[in-house]
């Protein structure tokens, strides 16, 4: 899977093969999005987890309870961990709001 992070001035993305994975802040707040498809994050309908492996990680995104997003990645692909991070870090969480 080839994968680069490109950051502009309203978000982030990821080029993994041809599909377009990332983050970006919009005048409803910030959105997550794979390809054509875009989730609001202001919403309390989303989690996130990152499952760590021996030899791969899991990336993995809820939407209303239903896994919209899910894909293993390499050790290397440090980048799908910035977005992760970022995701926990810089976006409220609706778990606690």
Partial sequence: ????????ER???????NDFFGMYHSSEGPK????RD??????SQW?????????NNLFIFYWQGEVKISFRFSKQQESVIQLYRLLQEHVPSPRFA
């Fill in 11 to 17: 978000g982030f993305y990821l080029k993994m093969g």
């Fill in 47 to 55: 989690d996130v987890e990152l499952v760590i492996g021996r030899k």
């Fill in 32 to 35: 997550l999005f794979f390809n």
């Fill in 38 to 43: 875009k989730y609001r994050l202001t919403q």
């Fill in 1 to 8: 899977m080839n994968e680069r992070l490109h950051a502009a």
